[in-house]
């Protein structure tokens, strides 16, 4: 689904991604894991377009989408859910929904039979239409954020730290609800400091440091491999 070629990226002199390598393979969640500056977010934003490598290639579905217009990306199936959620907090959960319809071009009526949907996913969603996005909880809005990814029908939901900030129990809801996406035949790619959740619901993983990747492996090996533990995982033997 996606291949990353020797993807480099730089802001000014300072070396953010330097040439890394990595697959996702259709069907499966791929975790990126690390430290706080490792470079996990920058290497999704350069997946999703939003900034510019100086150099590699990014393949998505057999295409070289390299410096291409974030929104034509997202069109052909590659959807991006910011870290910090980034709902429109003045719009209900109705309307936060309703505005991934645009995109699209769809009827709302056949909109509308998607969204219902998804709010099976998403219960709590449901319960709170018309509500403004802006006084749900933080949990409630990142399931919104994501929400709104799935119904722009990705063929590749990238996460970026979908756990920042909430509550632990809330992290479990969230963890479930990306498990139940994947099911549904939706390749996932997540970015996490949270490497414990990342790697139980992962199938592969990546850990970076300093813009590099230092380790890959079956995300079951990474669980129980001592310098993951001790680094990521915060146990010390």
Do not use: W
């Not at 330097?18 to 990126?32: K, Q, R, T, W, Y």
């Not at 929104?71 to 199936?77: D, I, L, P, Q, S």
């Amino acid at each position: 689904m996606l291949k990353v070629e020797g993807l480099t990226v730089k802001y000014g002199n300072i070396t953010a991604v330097n040439n890394i390598s990595f697959e996702v393979p259709d069907g499966e969640i791929i975790a990126l894991i690390g430290n706080n500056g490792a470079g996990k977010t920058t290497t999704l934003k350069t997946i999703s377009c939003l900034l510019k490598p100086v150099n590699g290639k990014i393949l998505f579905d057999g295409k070289d989408i390299t410096g291409q217009q974030p929104h034509r990306v997202a069109k052909e199936g590659l959807v991006h859910i910011p870290e910090g959620r980034h709902v429109f907090p003045q719009l209900t959960v109705k309307e936060n929904l309703i505005i991934s319809s645009f995109s699209r071009m769809m009827k709302f009526k056949d909109f509308k039979k998607e969204m219902e949907e998804v709010l099976d996913y998403f219960p709590k969603l449901r319960e709170r239409q018309k509500q403004l996005a802006g006084t749900l909880s933080g949990g409630e809005q990142q399931m919104l954020a994501i929400a709104r990814g799935i119904l722009q029908k990705p063929k590749l939901l990238t996460l970026d730290e979908p756990s920042m900030g909430l509550a632990p129990i809330i992290v479990e809801d969230v963890f479930e609800s990306i498990k139940r996406i994947n099911k549904q035949g939706t390749t996932i790619l997540l970015v996490e400091q949270n490497a414990q959740m990342a790697l139980s619901v992962a199938d592969f993983g990546y850990v970076m440091e300093v813009g590099e990747i230092m380790l890959k492996g079956r995300a079951a090996s990474l669980l129980n491999d001592p310098n993951v533990k001790k680094i990521y995982l915060g146990e010390i033997s």
